[in-house]
């Protein structure tokens, strides 16, 4: 079964830093680019980051340039989210997904972050 | 930056024909994809590359995309589509979505 499963969030107070998982099983994990792709609480869905399938491309929503930085380890089938100088606004349910090239055909459950003091 | 624009909502009575459209600037010049989100869950892909069905999505849920606007759209609606749908589309190697639209059967 193709699975994505994140870990990683938490309350964390504002300023502080954060490091997200997302675990894939049941495909060939390093011939996909991955995305983190979040919700606040009552909102819609904001794209945040992809990664290439080798990880030597990455790319960055506006909002969170400079502060976060996604990378991966293919031999562990493991795409991360390391996220500093979080603000209250980062606060959601961060989602990573699988892309085919053309469209993001898995999510995983998402993980929730609070940034909060 | 790239904007994608829903209507906030849509409501549609069981059986009828929900339409629920995507618009952004030469946006028939990309392809678009549709997910619905159920309360609670992970967004699920209805729709990709515009009018292309992920297998077992039912047959009801059909795309287009033309112009500035891409169109999601169930026929024959059943009380199990009530959901939240975003578009979703590519501009310049970033990937944006629309604000979501509530689809309320009733």
């Known amino acids: 079964e193709v699975q994505l499963v994140e870990s990683g969030g938490g309350l964390v107070q504002p300023g502080g830093s954060l490091r997200l998982s997302c675990a894939a099983s049941g495909f060939s994990f390093s011939s996909y680019w991955m995305h983190w792709v979040r919700q606040a609480p009552g909102k819609g869905l904001v794209w945040v980051s992809h990664i290439n399938s080798d990880g030597s491309g990455t790319t960055y929503a506006d909002s969170v340039k400079g502060r976060f930085t996604i990378s991966r380890d293919n031999a562990k089938n493991t795409v991360f989210l390391q996220m500093n100088s979080l603000r209250a606004e980062d606060t959601a349910v961060y989602f990573c997904v699988r892309d085919t090239r053309t469209y993001m055909d898995v999510w995983g459950k998402g993980t929730t972050v609070t940034v909060s003091s | 930056s790239y904007e994608l624009t829903q209507p906030p909502s849509v409501s549609v009575s069981p059986g009828q024909t929900a339409s629920i459209t995507c618009s952004g600037d030469e946006l028939g010049d990309k392809y678009v994809c549709w997910y619905q989100q159920k309360p609670g869950q992970s967004p699920v892909l209805v729709i990709y590359e515009d009018m292309k069905r992920p297998s077992g999505i039912p047959e009801r849920f059909s795309g287009s995309n033309s112009g500035n606007t891409a169109t999601l759209t169930i026929s024959g609606t059943q009380a199990v589509d009530e959901a939240d749908y975003y578009c979703?589309?590519?501009?310049?190697?970033?990937?944006?979505f629309g604000g979501g639209t509530k689809l309320t059967v009733l």
């Open positions: 979703q589309a590519w501009d310049s190697s970033t990937a944006v």
